[in-house]
């Protein structure tokens, strides 16, 4: 059977429990990145809606942190379930949204989502207050929830990031203000019909749909928000600072990244070659390159630069790039036509700054597409080579199919190549050496150091980024401690 587009869709807010438009009246029209297609009409929300859902989500606050954490946890889990239940829906609402291939959505981002779900429903089962004593005195240090937390979440792996965060606030006792990116409405809306039915209390929960600078700015501003977690670009991260600041709302920033994928010799013998290639392949070009962790810059021993680029440039014209529908697809749409342009427009300026390309480099041949998706978002696996490291497409994010390719002389070049940019979010290091991992990883500025793979995780431990790659850590312990104040009830020995 062809694949079929969704139908059009009408989203709403939801506060208090209940599903409600926006206040004023206003749609944002959601497209199908892949075909054009109009797939919802979200609500364009203002101050005044973010307003009734922090005041519902500061009501439901004081019942919600008093429950026991089991209470909270079944929740969590129950919610897990619904959207395991209707899975494939899920998939395909977040393929359509974002141009992704179904299967990706289908094998990655909605079980991620669930897994999410699980896995601080479990993690607040095993947290708990912390004892210290000595000579003098006993303390108990009690994890007390903050209250309303805004949770902000981009466009490139909405539920998966969405669930990222609201699924440790909701876990700490918090409860929730959440907006997706306007962009990628669809899947947190499903997500949010999901929590009714599972039963969450009105209020402990609230998820609105409308722009960034609009009902975005007014929820980071909003004084009763005693919160903020962030993903998304540094500058929006900037802003959001700036806004938080005067009320000193605690703020977990994940930003941006130009995250080097250093190869060294030993990683490219005959033997090491194709699993070398298809790792970094992966690491590039995953979700269209549209992971803040994709490897964008991908650094090569000298010695090894004749064996590795051709082997790289051969598999990544064997990306099928199509309708994000077809289960078989490597390379599906860019999230929109407008990111598109930006996308194009930093590999021309990298050509002009005297990049070679090496494939890709301009959008997709219509002809070359299923019909369906002839008039969509399409834009090759691109690798450009011979520009410096100080070049624009270096040191810029691009947030697309796009990596660079740069050759390194020696194990401290490709360090010094490896940290020379403002991020500082993650990295790859390919080598058969277990020791030169070790060393390298040792000193490069970045908050996780893959080796010899990409994205394998264990949601118990921290990921985020330095320098402009954000503030604070996700996952695991770190996230629970953010959406919580320690509160420590001191004894007086003998007293
Ligand atoms: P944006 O920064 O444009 O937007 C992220 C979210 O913030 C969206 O929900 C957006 O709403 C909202 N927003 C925009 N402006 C404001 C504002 N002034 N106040 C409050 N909220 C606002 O990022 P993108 O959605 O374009 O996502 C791509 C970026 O995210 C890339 O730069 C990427 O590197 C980064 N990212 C980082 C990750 C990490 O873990 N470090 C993970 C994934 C992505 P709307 O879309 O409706 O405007």
Known sequence: ???????????????????????????????DPATGALIATAPDSTASDIDAAVESATNAFPAWRTLPASARALKLRLLADLVERDIDAFALAESSDTGKPIALARTIDIPRAIANLRFFADA??????????????????????????????????PL????????????????????PSEVTPLTAWMLAERTVEAGFPPGVINILHGRGPLAGAALVSHPRVACITFTGGTATGESIARAAAPTFKRTALELGGKNPAIVFADAATPAQLQ????????????????????????????EAWDAFVPALV???LRLRVGDPLEPTTDIGALVSGQHLL????????????????????????????????????FYPPTLIEGLPPAARANQEEI?????????????????????GTRFGLSATVWTSDETRAARVASVLDCGTVWINSWMVRDLRVPIGGMHASGLGREGGREALRFFAEPVVVVRAKGK
């Open 124 to 157: 607040i089962l095993e947290d708990g207050a912390e004892a210290f004593e000595n000579a003098q005195s006993s303390s108990i240090i009690h994890h007390r929830a903050l209250g309303v937390a805004a949770c902000i979440s981009p466009w490139n792996l």
């Open 342 to 377: 930006k996308v194009a427009a930093a590999v021309d300026g990298a050509v002009r700054d005297g990049g070679r390309l090496l494939c890709g480099g301009a959008r997709s041949d219509a002809s070359t597409l299923p019909e369906r998706v002839r008039s969509g978002a």
């Open 1 to 31: 059977m062809p694949p079929t587009s969704l139908p059009a869709r009408v989203i709403a807010n939801l506060i208090d429990g209940r599903f409600t438009p926006a206040r004023g009246g206003a749609t944002i029209s959601v497209y």
């Open 399 to 419: 947030f697309g199919p796009v990596a660079t390719l740069i050759p390194f002389e020696s194990e401290a070049d490709a360090i010094g190549i490896a940290n």
């Open 275 to 302: 699993a070398t290639v298809d790792g970094v392949v992966r690491a590039a070009f995953t979700n269209q390159g549209q992971v803040c962790h994709c490897a964008s810059r991908i650094l090569v021993a000298r």
């Open 160 to 179: 998966y990031l969405f669930t990222w965060k609201i699924a440790p606030a909701l876990a700490t006792g918090c409860t929730v203000v959440g907006k």
């Open 314 to 316: 051969e598999r990544t």
